[in-house]
């Protein structure tokens, strides 16, 4: 039966390549158009997933269904598992059909959602946000190596430029969609709503996407637009498995694991308790902290579309420049939003350099530099590397955000409030070393 599960899973065989050119022109851009489409909506849609515990937490809170503590633990699940997930399904996802594999994933992810909708249980909220960090874990590497699949080397970076605002269409739906939705109906649409739009995405994916270019009778990508940019002129023949571990031989992949790791303790940190931090801190409603959040969001768009063009274009390809620029922008942003002067213009302009940053910068370390300086064919394996490092960081803000925003929290009869000091200086603390770290790679170079 397992034999059977994989087989389901596997990418199909090469067939004979086809011979006319004008029937291979019109496949290729065709597919390239759709599979685009299916991993940049589909990833930001089914990201609404991800993100639906952010939107319900001072609801939730407020009820006395879960303290700031146990809404730490049962956040860490997800994104403890999905650290685990990223990177053995990094590693499956060179090898699958990305059809049915992320189309199953979306599928199981709604499904986590709904249930969660259901239940109060501190425990059975950790096991079901924690499988659906689980499934949420084929998303980005499933997304890479379709992309890869179908865009040449020197696209690569405007490519997952424009991949990469998922993220921010996901967290813009999250805040401001989600989020008026549970102002509207209660906490538990918080749940429900998502997992109806990820139903709703799975079928799309499985409809647009297609596997390899090979198992279609097409040449690669890279033969197709003559592109063989940063290639060595036909290495050794070398399994995948092989290619896959020697990633873990690049000194520069661990620097960007450590880089990653914090600066995904940034960015889930205001995903995860940027709208409790507004309501209760700056004294807005629900859903107008949602709608300043979707100004990061909206930047955020712009930011790593931006990320992909100044580093292919203006620095030739090379990432740690466009780094220290974007990380300065991040810091910036994060400074307005804490110190600035409390009032909308400078509240709406810190959020607009934060997400221009932070979205520039998970363009870069999230996967971009990895996949840039790992060999091509086992992308999936080097954002998965990438990926249990960024998670466990992310994992690990979690836990610390909840005790620390707890500890400084303080109850008179009906009325709270909370000292977030301590964790801002934690979130700011971690985006400082990020970039350093970010920008200490000045003269890494691509890999064949």
């Known amino acids: 039966m397992a034999g059977g599960i994989l087989k389901f899973f596997t990418t199909g065989p090469d067939l004979p390549e086809l011979s006319d ?49 146990d809404l730490g633990m049962i956040g860490s699940a997800l994104f403890y598992t999905y650290a685990i997930g990223k990177l053995t399904n990094g590693f499956l996802a060179d090898h699958a059909n990305m059809k049915r594999f992320l189309a ?113 009778g097409l040449p690669t990508v890279n033969d197709w637009k ?19 571990f020697s990633i873990l031989r690049i000194p520069a992949i661990w620097v960007l694991c450590l880089a990653s790791a914090l600066t995904y303790v940034t960015r889930y940190a205001i995903n995860s308790w940027g709208v409790l931090y507004l309501q209760e801190e700056r004294g807005f409603s629900l859903p107008a902290a949602g709608t300043l959040l979707m100004v990061s969001t909206l930047a955020g768009i712009v930011g790593a579309i931006a990320f992909g063009l100044v580093s292919d274009k203006v620095f030739n390809g090379r990432r740690p420049p466009a780094n220290l620029l974007f990380g300065m922008l991040e810091l910036i942003g994060l400074c307005l939003i804490f110190f600035g002067p409390a009032n909308m213009p400078v509240l709406v302009a810190g959020m607009l350099l934060f997400g221009m940053g932070m979205t520039g ?49 303080t109850v008179a009869g009906a009325v709270r409030s909370y000292d977030f000091g301590p964790v801002i200086w934690f979130w700011i603390g971690c985006s400082v070393v990020a970039t350093l770290l970010a920008t200490s790679l000045w003269r890494t170079k691509l890999r064949d």
Not at 37 to 51: M, N, P, S, V
Not at 193 to 211: E, K, R, S, V, W
């Open 21 to 69: 050119r004008a029937q291979i022109d019109g496949l290729f851009k065709r597919h390239r158009f759709r599979v685009m489409l299916a991993i940049t909506l589909g990833y930001g849609l089914i990201y609404t997933c991800r993100l639906a515990l952010g939107v319900v937490k001072k609801p939730l809170i407020d009820t006395g269904i879960y303290s700031p503590s």
């Open 104 to 216: 199953f994933a979306f599928l199981a992810t709604a499904l986590c959602n709904l249930a969660m909708g259901f239940t109060t249980a501190l425990w059975a909220a950790v096991m079901l946000w924690g499988l659906n960090g689980w499934f949420q874990s084929f998303g980005a590497p499933g997304g890479v190596v379709a992309m890869t699949s179908w865009f040449s080397n020197r696209e690569r970076g405007r490519a997952y430029g424009v991949w990469s605002t998922a993220h921010s269409i996901g967290e813009g739906l999250t805040f401001l969609v989600v989020g008026s939705a549970v102002a509207a109906l209660g906490w538990r649409w918080g749940f429900w709503g998502p997992g109806i739009i990820g139903i709703a995405t799975a079928i799309g994916c499985f409809l647009l996407i297609q596997d390899r270019p090979r198992t279609m």
């Open 226 to 244: 003559n592109d063989h940019y940063g290639e060595a002129a036909k290495p050794a023949a070398k399994s995948v498995i092989g290619l896959q």
């Open 361 to 409: 910068m998970v363009t870069s370390l999230g996967g971009l530099f990895a996949v840039d300086i790992a060999p091509k064919r086992v992308a999936g394996a080097a954002m998965g590397v990438i990926g249990i490092f960024s998670y466990i960081g992310a994992g690990i803000q979690e836990q610390v955000s909840g005790l620390l925003i707890e500890k400084g929290m």
